[in-house]
C-alpha cells in the first residue's frame, strides 16, 4: 500500500536548477516536508544540495569547495570521467543524488538505505569542474546477481549514448567481479529499450564473428549478461531454434546484417583500459 501510495502522489516539484540547466521534472519524489511547497528547487551540481531559493544556491556556491562528486575516480577517458560513491561514506550525497533521481523515475522505490549501495557518476569535465551527465547505482552485495539497481541519464543529456555507455560500464564492473550480472526488475520504458539495443548489439557483434558455433553459457562468459537476458535478446531477433530439446542459435549471417544495421549506433564505448578499479569487498 505504501508503495502504491507513492507511485499515486502528484508531482510536487515541476522544475530543478541544475549547473547550467533547467530542467523539467517527470515525477513526485518524496523531499522531506519543508521542500513541498516550492514549485522549483536549486541544486549545487557538485554535492547536490538543494535549495529553495537562488540567493541561497548563489551563497552556497561561494563557499562550497567540491568541484566533482566525491568519492574515487575510477574511470577518464577524455572529457568523460566516472566517480564511484560509496553511500556509506557520502551518506547525504547518496540521498539528494536519490531524491533528484526518483524526480525521473517512476516505479523505483526510493533507497534511503544508501549505505548498501554504490553509485556510479558519469560527468563531463571542462575547467568549471566535472559536470553530472547520469549514474547508476549498484547493491554492495546482490543475492540476485543485479549489477544495477537504477539507472538515470539527465533530460538535457539523453539520446546521446550516455545510457549506453552506463549499461556497458555496468558490465565491464561485472567482467572485473568474474560475474553475470542483470538489471534489478522492473525496468521502465526507457530502460528496457536501452538494455534491450546493448544486449542486441554486444551479441551480435559476438555472433557476426563466431557465426553461429557458440552457446549461450559461453556468451554469457564473454559478456557477462545472465543467460536468460541473451536467450529473451536472441528470441526476440528470432535467432534461436529448439532442437532435441535444447536451445541453439542459429545466426544466418544474411539475417545477422539485417539486424545489426536495424541496431543503430553503436554509441560511447567504454575503454576498458582507462577504467582503475577493484571489486568491492
Ligand atoms: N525514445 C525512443 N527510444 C529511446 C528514447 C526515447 N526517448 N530514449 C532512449 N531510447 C532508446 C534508443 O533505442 C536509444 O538508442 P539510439 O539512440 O541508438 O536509438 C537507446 O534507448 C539508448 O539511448 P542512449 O542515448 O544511450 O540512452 P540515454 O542516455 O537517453 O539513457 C535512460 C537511457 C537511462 C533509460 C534514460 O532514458 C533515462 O534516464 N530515463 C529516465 C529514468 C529511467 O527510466 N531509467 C531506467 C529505469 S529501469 C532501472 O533503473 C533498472
Ligand atoms: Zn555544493
Avoid at 508503495?3 to 547550467?20: D, M, Q, S, W
Avoid at 553475470?180 to 528496457?192: F, K, N
Avoid at 562468459?221 to 536472441?234: F, N, V
Wanted: glycine share 6%; proline share 4%; with cysteine.
Amino acid at each position: 500500500l505504501r508503495e502504491h501510495e507513492e507511485f499515486t502522489k502528484v508531482k510536487n516539484i515541476a522544475t530543478i536548477e541544475l549547473g547550467r540547466y533547467e530542467i523539467e521534472t517527470w515525477y513526485f519524489s518524496p523531499f522531506p516536508p519543508e521542500y513541498n511547497d516550492s514549485l522549483r528547487l536549486y541544486f549545487c551540481e557538485f554535492c547536490l544540495n538543494f535549495m529553495k531559493r537562488k540567493e541561497q544556491l548563489q551563497r552556497h556556491m561561494r563557499k562550497c569547495d567540491l568541484k566533482h562528486p566525491p568519492g574515487d575516480e575510477i574511470y577518464r577517458s577524455g572529457t568523460l570521467s566516472m566517480f564511484e560513491v560509496d553511500g556509506k561514506k557520502n551518506k547525504v550525497y547518496g540521498q539528494n543524488l536519490c531524491y533528484l533521481a526518483k524526480l525521473f523515475l517512476d516505479h523505483k522505490t526510493l533507497y534511503y538505505d544508501v549505505d548498501l549501495f554504490l553509485f556510479y557518476v558519469l560527468c563531463e569535465c571542462d575547467d568549471r569542474g566535472c559536470h553530472m551527465v547520469g549514474y547508476f547505482s549498484k547493491e554492495k552485495h546482490s543475492e540476485e546477481s543485479y549489477n544495477l539497481a537504477c539507472i538515470l541519464t539527465l533530460p538535457p543529456y539523453q539520446r546521446k549514448g550516455y545510457g549506453k555507455f552506463l549499461i556497458a560500464f555496468s558490465y565491464e564492473l561485472s567482467k572485473k567481479e568474474g560475474k553475470v550480472g542483470t538489471p534489478e526488475r522492473p525496468l521502465s520504458d526507457l530502460g528496457l529499450l536501452s538494455y534491450r539495443g546493448y544486449w542486441t548489439r554486444v551479441l551480435l557483434d559476438i555472433l557476426k564473428k563466431h557465426k553461429s558455433n557458440i552457446s549461450i553459457k559461453e556468451l554469457s562468459d564473454m559478456t557477462a549478461i545472465k543467460a536468460e537476458d541473451i536467450l529473451t535478446t536472441l528470441q526476440t531477433l528470432d535467432l534461436i531454434q529448439y532442437r532435441k530439446g535444447q536451445h541453439a542459435i542459429c545466426a544466418d549471417p544474411k539475417v545477422l546484417d539485417r539486424h545489426l544495421k536495424a541496431a543503430g549506433r553503436g554509441g560511447l564505448e567504454v575503454d576498458v583500459s582507462k577504467l582503475i578499479w577493484t571489486p568491492y569487498k
